[in-house]
C-alpha cells in the first residue's frame, strides 16, 4: 500500500471507529466515508525551456454541510488523489473541533517545486486555479497554503480568481500576504495554537509549565514558533530537529542563539552548544513534553515503546500511526490529537476570511485573544467528553467532531 | 483603541510598582486600598467550605493606555508583583469606550497622553 492509500485507509478507519462509539446513523456514515467532490484537472503549462509539461491537480471536498469547504493545496511530486481525499475529510473534523463554520477540502498539484523555477511555479498556480475555478469561491470552497506553498503562492489564486471575475476577491484565499488583506498573527497561529494547547493541558492535568523539558521534531513554520513561544513561557527546550539531523543539550538550548544560527546555516544541524542527534534518536529522548511539528508518521509501532515523553502534543499532521497510540496509550502517556492540537492554522485563516469578508482589520493583539478563546474551548470540550465517556483525547476529539457534522447533516436532512 | 489594565496586588508590591511608573510608560495611575479573595477563599491551606471566607487586604492599581502598550505594561507588572506564592493577585485588561479630559475636553487617546 503507497502513502496515499494508507492514509485513506487511517482516515476511513477513524470515522468507522467513530461511528460506533457514537452509533451514527447508517446513511450519515456512508455520506461520511465519501468525499463530496473530487475534481482531477490537468495543468498543461509552458515551462522555461519552451517545452510544454501537463501535471495533474486535484482538489476534493469532503463535506459542506456546516458551511464552505477549506483547506490546504500541496505541491509535492508523489501526492495522490487518496492522499488529497485523506486530508479532505481530516479538514471537516478540524473545522468541526474547533467548530468554525466550515467544511474540509484538500487541493494538490503532482509536481515538484525544488526543479521548477518561480515562473513555472507561478504558471502552474495560475493555470491550476483556473481549471478549478469553478468549484472555489468565498462562499464555496477557500484554499490556504500547504506543504510547497506559501503566501506568494495564494496572492496568485487570488489575483487569477480575481481577474476571473473582474474585481478583487481577496475572500477567496487564506494565508494571503498582509499587504492584499492577509491576517496579523496569521504566519504564527499554527505554532499559537500548539502553545495554547499545551497550556490548557498543564492546566488540566494539574502540572506547572515552568522547567518543562520540551523536545520539539521540526523547526519550520510551526516548529520554530513553539519552541520561541515555549522558552518565553519558562520551558527549557532540550531537543530540536529539522530533516538533515537533529541536536540536543540537556540543559537547555538558547533559542535566541538557535534562530540567528538557524538563519546563518539555513539548519539547526551543527548548532555548537548542543550534541549532534538523528531525528529517530531525538524522538526518544528523556523529556517531559514531546511535540512532533514536522511530518506524518513519526511515531511508528516500531519507537512508540521507546517514546519517554509523557506528554505528547501533535503539531503535525498524522505524526502517530494508529497502533503507535495504542502503544502510548498502554504506556500512560498523554497525548493531544493533531486534529486539536494544529488548528491554530485553521482558525485564523477563519479570521482572515471573516476580515475579508467584512473589509476590516483586526490588531494581532486581537486575533491572538481570540484564537487563545477558540482554542481554549475546543480544548475543554474535547476533555469534559474524554473524562465523561472515559476515552483519549483523540477519541474525544472525533467523537466532537464527527457528532458536530452529523448533526448538521440530521438537521438539514436529505434532498430531495 | 484604549484598554484599562486592573491590578490587585499585594499591598508591600506597591511601592515597587510605583518606583517603576515612569518605566513602564503608563501615563496615569489610580491606587485604592481593597479587600478580597480568589480561590483559596483567603486561606494560606487548602480550606473547607465550612469555614467563613477571608477577605484580605489588596491594592487595587487602575491604568489606562493604548492597546499595543498592553502585552509589555501586563508583564512588567506581572513581575515586579511577583512573590513565588499563591495570592500575589491578578491582572485584568478591560476594553475602554472611550475617555474624555475634563479640563480641555480633549476625548480618546487626546485624552490620556
Same mark, same amino acid.
Given at each position: ?58 482538489? &476534493? ?107 478583487? &476577491? ?247 | ?113
Amino acid at each position: 500500500m503507497n502513502k496515499g492509500e494508507n492514509l485513506w485507509q487511517t482516515a476511513l478507519q477513524q470515522l468507522n471507529e467513530t461511528a460506533k462509539r457514537i452509533n451514527l446513523e447508517p446513511w450519515i456514515h456512508k455520506k461520511l466515508r465519501k468525499s463530496k467532490r473530487e475534481l482531477t484537472v490537468s495543468i498543461p503549462v509552458k515551462m522555461d525551456n519552451g517545452s510544454v509539461e501537463v501535471f495533474t491537480g486535484y482538489r &476534493v471536498q469532503h463535506n459542506i454541510t456546516r458551511g464552505p469547504a477549506k483547506g490546504g493545496i500541496r505541491y509535492s511530486p508523489e501526492v495522490t488523489l487518496d492522499e488529497v481525499k485523506a486530508l479532505a475529510m481530516l479538514m471537516t473534523w478540524k473545522c468541526a473541533v474547533v467548530n468554525l463554520p466550515y467544511g474540509g477540502a484538500k487541493g494538490a498539484v503532482v509536481c515538484n517545486p525544488l526543479k521548477m523555477s518561480a515562473g513555472e511555479l507561478e504558471r502552474v498556480t495560475r493555470r491550476y486555479t483556473s481549471e478549478i475555478i469553478s468549484i472555489i469561491g468565498p462562499e464555496k470552497d477557500i484554499p490556504a497554503p500547504d506543504i510547497s506553498t506559501d503566501s506568494q503562492t495564494m496572492a496568485w489564486i487570488m489575483d487569477t480568481y480575481s481577474i476571473d471575475k473582474g474585481y478583487s &476577491v481577496p475572500g477567496v484565499v487564506t494565508g494571503k500576504p498582509i499587504a492584499i488583506g492577509g491576517s496579523e498573527g496569521r504566519s504564527k497561529s499554527t505554532g499559537r495554537g500548539v502553545v495554547y494547547t499545551l497550556l490548557n493541558t498543564l492546566k488540566h492535568l494539574n502540572l506547572d509549565i515552568e522547567g518543562k523539558k520540551v523536545i520539539v521534531q521540526g523547526y519550520g513554520k510551526v516548529g520554530s514558533v513553539v519552541v520561541d513561544l515555549l522558552s518565553k513561557e519558562g520551558c527549557k527546550i532540550i531537543g530540536v530537529s529539522e530533516i538533515d539531523g537533529g541536536i540536543h543539550n540537556p540543559n537547555g538550548l538558547n533559542v535566541g542563539k538557535l534562530w540567528k544560527h538557524k538563519k546563518r546555516e539555513g539548519s539547526v544541524a551543527k548548532f555548537k552548544e548542543a550534541d549532534s542527534i538523528t531525528n529517530k534518536g531525538l524522538l526518544q529522548l528523556k523529556c517531559d513534553i514531546l511535540i512532533p511539528a514536522a511530518c506524518e508518521n513519526q511515531i511508528t509501532k516500531d519507537n512508540a515503546s521507546r517514546i519517554r515523553a509523557k506528554i505528547i502534543v501533535e503539531a503535525a499532521n498524522g505524526p502517530t500511526t494508529p497502533e503507535a497510540d495504542k502503544i502510548l496509550k498502554e504506556k500512560g502517556a498523554f497525548v493531544v490529537p493533531d486534529i486539536l492540537a494544529n488548528t491554530g492554522g485553521v482558525t485564523v485563516s477563519y479570521f482572515e476570511w471573516v476580515q475579508g469578508l467584512q473589509s476590516y482589520f483586526w490588531t494581532e493583539r486581537e486575533v491572538n485573544l481570540k484564537l487563545r478563546d477558540i482554542m481554549t474551548k475546543a480544548f475543554y470540550k474535547v476533555w469534559e467528553i474524554s473524562l465523561k465517556e472515559e476515552i483519549s483525547m483523540r477519541e474525544a476529539a472525533y467523537t466532537l467532531a464527527v457528532n458536530r457534522v452529523a448533526e448538521a447533516t440530521r438537521i438539514r436532512g436529505l434532498y430531495p | 483603541m484604549l484598554k484599562k489594565i486592573e491590578c490587585i496586588i499585594q499591598p508591600q508590591k506597591l511601592d515597587k510598582i510605583k518606583e517603576a511608573f515612569g518605566k513602564l510608560g503608563a501615563e496615569g495611575i489610580t491606587v485604592s486600598e481593597v479587600r478580597g479573595c480568589g480561590l483559596q477563599r483567603g486561606y494560606k491551606e487548602k480550606s473547607l467550605s465550612s469555614r467563613p471566607i477571608r477577605l484580605l487586604p489588596k491594592v487595587k492599581i487602575e491604568i489606562i493606555t493604548e492597546e499595543e502598550r498592553v502585552e509589555k505594561m501586563v508583564e512588567s507588572i506581572r513581575s515586579l508583583a511577583e512573590t513565588g506564592q499563591i495570592g500575589a493577585g491578578k491582572i485584568f485588561v478591560l476594553p475602554v469606550e472611550d475617555a474624555l479630559r475634563v479640563r480641555t475636553k480633549e476625548t480618546g487617546r487626546r485624552a490620556i497622553e
